[in-house]
């Protein structure tokens, strides 16, 4: 971090320093980029959120570190940064959702959610007592004609994306994003296309065994998570991709 | 900033300084003068408020960076500073109209409307565990007979402008106003100025595509955002105009 | 401020220093100290309160800078301060001014306003998780047989003037109303010594256009503001009694 | 003041120092002795409080710098320290008085209502978030066969005298008292002496215009301040005492 | 005071100091040392409680500095340290006697008292937002068969004495009572060795005047305060007998 | 103490320290190792606690110092450390007790009741605005088919012991015990033990008179204390033993 | 611990440290780094959690140091760390069982418990005025088809491994599951695996008499511990088997 605070003004939590920023929600974002790295991108036909789980020893059960989650039947979500924070912001969201469907009989719209979510988190940015929360979220859904695709952070800011990404990863993600995306392309480049950015993020360590893909297509409006088998030829494909590009580029 | 606080003052939220200052809510302009540049411009026939939102990559969607909002049919907003706080804020305000609406069935004053808000702001700057709203606000609309323009402050206090900016380019925008604002305008008149303060605020970093206008013509009542097809043209003309002076001027 | 407040006493709200002061109601004191200057002088037949809002831009609207303000027919008050205080204890000397009349029918008495607004104020001095209001109040208003005049201060200190003022030209105008101050003026004669002394006090930036006068007179019982035209023809009177002195001085 | 206190044990409320000491209590007491000086004497048909106003402005109305207030019929009271604390105390005190008389259908004892007073008192320097009241009181008044004299200070310590003086002038009055104060005076001769006392604090600056007095005898049970007139006169008859010992000193 | 303690584990109510101890309630304790003396002594006809109020100025009334208080027919106290503490406690004790009356019929045991009192100060020391209190009690009183003698001091530690001491001369008070207590004192015998305890504590300034004795006897069961002539006498009693020994010493 | 705590972890009471401890519970810890010595054995037979009251004057009545308590019929309990504390422990036991005879008609578990204590002491140590109890207990009793002994420290720890002590003593007491005990003594056997165990602690100074036992035998059930004759009789069987062995030794 | 904490970001509570870290929670997982060694194993049939009950005194009662509870029939838990905390959360975990019997008529799920837990967890990691636990648990059990082993920390994260170790062995135990688990061990192989660990982890110094086991098989879905006798013959048969190992090695 480049930023060098004055003493004290960042170990109260809802104080402003003196250059007008809340150092508190700056560390909490600091937390998310130590996290996983997670992208979502856009596609004509769909959107996706795919995570890199970083799993670190054999012993683990790998599905038991979850980083992407069923809000409802046509929202899901990618989390980085503290784990147990996440899971509260998840069990809210969820909540959120099914009050929604109980009161107006229908689904919850994208945004109405993402900012519900926004507006919870901060609440902890602005009363005493609490800590924000040390988490972004990718939300990703489908309403009625098209995908959404929004992050939020822990200040509360609420941004939508065509493609982005959070988390340790992000500035390697941004980069190839932007190079590389294109409006135009379907769910499946587009999972390519984010396979790609969390390897080169990863800078190669990276298999098929530890990533994670969830996929919401336009015309059914049902956020699924992509099977092992399916996850694993996507990884080969994209690492086939890059090597005839580098091929191409030596 | 030009002060130098002594250590302590501004640390606790409710404390004045020595000098009768309150340090948080200085803090908090600064918030707000680090925000995006949004003006407002009081016309004959209506009054418009005009953002430049500042994106900065084209993976964002710009509509989600919304920075004028419709507060209710004949009131609007333009924000700048924390977006989560500013949501917050919004938010109220639009609850205070219906609630106006439900007690007394007719629409809210607009001055009545912002002193609620301010007097919110307030709350959050007298009393312990919370800290002042990093936001400032433009309150745009239109009462029986004419169009108000109000800007609050994190403080809580509120003004009335013939036409007035906040944000980063608050003090280029009030340049150009004191020099070329006369308050014989029209509504398209106001908006080429509002856009030429935006421009020049910028210095030049400045498109159609990222700039967003709000009017409220008196005789309809109704608060409108332009279309982008619209703002794109205006722009074009106030280059053209400001050319065509520079020319002059060269 | 002449004060070298030992370190620590003035930081924490409810807390006396060594010598038995309240540093932070001292420092509120200076808020008020750092206000607009304004003035109230009592008349056989009247009472009134003047205030010079200093408007620093052309492009503000002046009578959005409210600092006269009514509080019931029989009483009003002049602020000097921070103006969102300020509206707090407005609205909340009218809510009092409105209860007395709900509760006995009648309209309150201006003393009996003054001590139940410094009472609040008091409460704001003494318990913690708040800060002292930044604002001194003048109340002026008429009773059954006589006007009332009186200053409060943010320790919630309650005192009746003949003549006074608050605010940044305190001291200016002080000088002048015990030089020239004769109880048996009318109002008029009053009005011109108030312009006299916030003329003085600014030290000649003064302008007919960002004075505000407010009036009670005894037998009608009924506050109001002077109209803008009767404002500027007071002002001129003012200026040419003045030049006329100092060219009988010289 | 004498005491050097050791850092910080002076800015917690409640908080013990090393010596057994309450220092906010001690600073509140700081605040008493800072305030204006009153007096009261026993006599035997009766007792008086009396006070020097310190009037400082010929602008000011005398009244309202009031330091004598009736509590009840048979009960009076003398304040020195913040004014505004004053008022509350005797608020509270006058709501005590009223309720005895609407519970039990006879005026409250007066020792009753200073213990009242006091253990109200004692409250602010136990428990938290709050500061001592920086008043101290006299409380006067008549039971069924003699008449009281009591002294609160900011701990809720409550003392019965004979003659005793609060405020800025305490050492001086008692000085005077402890050599000139008999037991036998009547109320007449212990005004006398109550002014003498607070004409030698006063070193000279002192008038009839700003001294307070009020009295209670034991027979008619009525608290009652002094006419303006009475005053005047009692105070030449002082003066001339004063002056015919100074003669006779000389 | 013996004790250097360690920055600031004295100065936040509630913490341990790093050898265990609470400073807060050891600094209370002193209060209670910087208290007038008072001692409790056990006959085996009664017990009595003495003090020796330390009367200042002739101006004082005598009377109201109690010290010895009754609390039930049966039970009194005396007290030492902050007069106003002591008052709370004692009318939390007359009202416990009091609840017992009610609820039982019957009158209160003088130890259930003892530890009521006792329960009621240790909560002061355990929670935050209040000190301890800054009084011990010497409660006397007589059940069915025998007299009880308890000290309480600001921790709520509760122990019986035979014979003790609180306040300034307490260890001078102790060296006596070592010396010369026998169990089987009557309540005479016991009073003048009270009050030559009292005389030695004070090293000579001793008067009857300000001395206040209670006593219980057993088989009476009815807690009274000595008339001042029978205190008188029995002061002159203790001065013959000290001057006889002292002869006899010499 | 061995540590040294690094500056501020051990002042606020619900902090870790950077090794994982909290300061606090270990410095109540050490208030209840600056306590009296207590011993707890367990026998075939029954189970016994002995208390050294460390008497300091002959004018304390012994007996008012308790440290050992009857918690329940079958239930009793020996305290060390803060006594005020001991009290509202052993009272909450008490009712904990009496609680489970209403609601389930039987007699609380031994460890079922040391539990309750623990659970309620853990409180203590986890929540702000209080601070942990500074005392440990040992609690005893007989459940069906045998006797328990448990002890409590302030961090809410429980362990069940054959023998062990608490307090001043402990470390002297235990390395008697793991020397000396065995598990087929019966209860007198125990209390000889452990009077020598006491005795050793206090390094002689130890006396008949001022040694508490408490003693409940699986058969009958039913805690009770020793007669004074009774623990006399057994010091000196203990002391005769002791010299024998001393002069076996030597 | 290898971080140097900047002065203050670990003392409050609910603050992130520049880097994003919550230093208290940190803390207390260094708590846990200080407790006992416990591991848990998944094998084919079952799953077992074994604890190193590290039993200092042969006075104490080895039972009462409980490192392994049943929470439900079909789940049980192996906690480190503070032993008081930890039974808080048994406690928690055992009455979330019940509710779910109660309310949904069948047993919780593992996974649905494990969740409460550390959403509890997480909850002190969030709010002001409490700590974070200082504990860590191994929750075993068995669902419909499949045996589950999870393990919480202070932060309230939730991980399923095949094999794991939390306390002070933990980096011995786990480089040995690394090395030698397989998955498909059976019950009686994961429990020798286990023991071996702890062996290890405690060089040595490790008897069976103070280790307990905790078994549930997959098709009885009965969690229970062994008998002593059981877990004396398996730690023989580890002895044995690492012995010929060791043998084979050299």
Do not use: W
Request: charged residues 30%.
């Amino acid at each position: 971090m480049q930023m060098a605070p004055q003493m004290g003004y960042d170990r109260a939590i809802t104080v402003f320093s003196p250059d007008g920023r809340l150092f508190q929600v700056e560390y909490a974002r600091e937390a998310v980029r130590r996290g996983t790295t997670a992208v979502g991108i856009k596609a004509v036909d769909g959107v996706a959120v795919l995570v890199d789980k970083r799993i670190t020893s054999r012993l683990m059960e790998p599905e038991s570190i979850e980083k992407i989650f069923q809000i409802d039947q046509h929202i899901g979500a990618a989390t980085s940064g503290l784990v147990a924070d996440a899971r509260v912001l998840i069990d809210r969201a969820r909540v959120e959702s099914q009050i929604n469907r109980l009161v107006y009989d229908e689904s919850i719209g994208v945004e109405v959610l993402a900012k519900k979510i926004c507006d919870f988190k901060q609440t902890y940015t602005q009363y005493g007592g609490v800590r924000p929360f040390g988490t972004s979220l990718l939300i990703v859904g489908a309403d009625d004609a098209r995908v959404r695709l929004f992050e939020t952070d822990p200040s509360g800011a609420l941004l939508e994306y065509k493609a982005t990404g959070i988390g340790a990863g992000r500035s390697a993600v941004m980069e190839i994003f932007e190079e590389k995306y294109r409006e135009d392309m379907n769910c499946d480049e587009a999972i390519l296309l984010g396979l790609e950015a969390l390897y080169k993020a990863a800078e190669g360590k990276f298999e098929a065994s530890t990533t994670e893909i969830g996929v919401i297509k336009l015309h059914e409006k049902l956020f699924c998570k992509l099977e092992e088998d399916d996850v694993a030829s996507r990884v080969a494909e994209m690492k086939a991709k890059i090597g005839g590009e580098g091929a191409g580029e030596a």
